[in-house]
Nanobody
Framework: QVRLVESGGGLVQPGGSLRLSCVASGTILSINTMSWYRQAPGKQLELVAIIDSAGGTDYLSSVEGRFTISGDNAKKTVYLQMNSLKFEDTAVYYC???????????????WGQGTRVTVSS
């Protein structure tokens, strides 16, 4: 069984920084992409950043230049470094991964439980 566990959320002042981490565990054969989504109160879920197995990345335009996604394949971990945080970055952040696991032998979509980020003065 595959699990994704996020950590690193919290309360931060505007202009501050946080780093989110997400660790995948289980009988994983391959991880094709890992990404971060967020959902702000009253808003839809949106893709914040994504990294593929070759290290290619893409970002939501409103976070480009402030957020950096990176991965450690050996540790099956993805990070989201968030700098220059703004009030509008307040949301629950979810880790997502497209994984081929031993039990299924096909690519499936997995989600973490979410970690809350609050930007407030």
């Amino acid at each position: 069984q595959v699990r994704l566990v996020e950590s690193g959320g919290g309360l931060v002042q505007p202009g501050g920084s946080l780093r989110l981490s997400c660790v995948a565990s289980g009988t994983i054969l391959s991880i094709n992409t890992m990404s971060w989504y967020r959902q702000a109160p009253g808003k839809q879920l949106e893709l914040v950043a994504i990294i593929d197995s070759a290290g290619g990345t893409d970002y939501l335009s409103s976070v480009e230049g402030r957020f950096t996604i990176s991965g450690d394949n050996a540790k099956k971990t993805v990070y989201l470094q968030m700098n220059s945080l703004k009030f509008e970055d307040t949301a629950v952040y979810y880790c997502n991964a497209m994984i081929v696991a031993l039990g299924t032998l096909r690519e499936l979509d997995y989600w973490g439980q979410g970690t809350r980020v609050t930007v407030s003065s």
